[in-house]
């Protein structure tokens, strides 16, 4: 009980960091420029970055299909606690989603 | 109705009935304005002004004041309690569908000036002012006095020296007149004026916040920098000082000296625009070295940076909710050059003090590569900033500038700003929509050759990164460049080009094609 705590928190502090680097680095503030390719073509940049980091921690830690949605969880009530919109949540949560989901160890 | 749209409000609600002062109510019904501008004061001091606007006004329409003495009331009472906006609004309307009334227009002028509508404020002047309102207002300092301002933030320099002696002759002994006159005088040049109105200044105001804060700038610009950062004190003295500011501040005690902070936990709050956050953040070592700890509030968009180049330092948004029970004072940035004893030969880390990140670094590295042609200079350029500045028509460059630039030098540009050009040129990239924050445009900085900015944020970028950059800027204009020759005392990196008269940017473009030519021939040369 006490490691499966001690795990849920270290999952808990990787998702929230995961969201808090994609707020300093394309803030809520900025979501108005992804009607434009450019906008899109930055956030892609920096999820590419973000993905490798969820990547690694996914392989470091072994998380099981539990621990993939909480990750997901977290991570998505830390970019609406930056105030980013519905739609921008809900697509990037989805796209967490589906990438720890896809993605099989080697 | 028409009030809640004047008051901003948009929606009309019923107002409360608020218990005006016998006095307030014996003015209205006496249609007397003198008198209730009189006993207004104390209640606008200490009630929520909007909704007791809205009742003011209705209580002297019931007490049928005439369409006149209204609009005069109305236009007094916005400008008076900061609804500038509609005070500007309201007596526009009034005075293109009536006779002019100076009152009525000096009040239009005033809310424009204050509002930084700047362009719409001299269109007020350009529209009105023919020779029969210039002597309807021969006897106002304060018409004088705001004209000049009018005319020296929208780069009117004849017209703005005119009002100013206007206003000097009419009122030479008003801490207004006399504190506008005395910097419009130094940003002139005219030092025979500045020195005999500061001269007064200093005998007859030496208490005077407003004057002495006004000072400050011209001692520092005259590289006095230890007077100049005492004086800069003054702005807490100020009766707008706290208006800025995070009311959550002043429940603790503000450092005066380096002493009330070293070994302490203070809240450092960052003031005045961007540019001067990233200029003084140059300090944050030495916080570090002598606070206990510190968190550092400032702008968002910069945030990212300085949690990269000062890892383990506390950066939060401007405004942020703090537990003052785990802090002892606080300061404020621009206080810190005089806590630190700063003069103009001991200016912390003039060199750089910023690295660009490298997920930055890589991205707008392939970005550049992409676009740009091989072999040519990547020269970074802005020539407009925020209109909202008080001075950005003196500092901002017309476009035709940059095109000027771009015909004689053959390189790649890159537009460092986020707003766009009006196109034209097939040798400007703009990257704006993906300048997400100052990470990025620090990242693109560092691909550029060099950068050649008028004086906005990335000037300060661009030094703090240590970057090759060269400064276009106003004749005598902001005291952190000095007032001559080529360097400054806070970038190494920035190279500055000013402006031999007051308006002659055609010397300085000259001056940076001259440089460019120069140093590209060097590099083409391998040097």
Redesign the interface.
Known sequence: MVIELFFSNKIKVFAEGVADKIS????S??EN?LG????Q???E??LE?VMEDIERFRCEENIGWFGKARLANFFKWRLIEHGYSEGFVEALTKGVVHYLSIKRDS | MIFSKLLGGGLWRPALSFPWPKEVLDAIAARDSNRLRGELGPVFKDNAQTELLEQLFNRIRAASWGKLEEARFVAWALFHTMHLEGAYRNSLDYLEKNEFDPEIFLHACLAAYHANRFIDALALLKRFLNDDVVESFKDSWEFWVVSALIYWATAEYDDAKEAVLKAIALRSDDPVTLGNACTIAFEMGDMVIYESLRNKIESSYPECAELQYAMAFCDLANDNYPAGFERMEWRYKLIEAGKYMNSQLFSLPRCVSINDFIGRRVVVTAEQGLGDTIMISRYIPLLQEVTQHFVLQCQ??V??LL?HCFPGVEVVPLGKKFDATKFDAWVGTMSLPHMFGTNIDNVPAKGGYFSIPN?YHK?WGARVAEVSRPGRPKIGVTWSGSPTHRADRRRSISFDKIRILASRIDADFFSLQTALSPGGLDNLYE????L??M??TAGLIGQMDIVVSIDTSIIHLAGAIGHPTLLMLPYRYEWRWGLFGESNHWYESVKVMRQSTYGDWDSVIDSVVEILLSRFSMLANGD
């Not at chain 1, 434009?36 to 906008?39: A, F, I, L, Q, V």
């Not at chain 2, 990257?431 to 993906?434: H, M, P, R, T």
């Open positions: 300093l680095q394309f803030p503030a900025q420029k434009s390719k450019g906008g073509r930055r956030l940049a920096i970055t | 968002p968009e945030i990212p949690a997920d991205y990257f704006s929509d993906e997400a924050t990470g990025d």
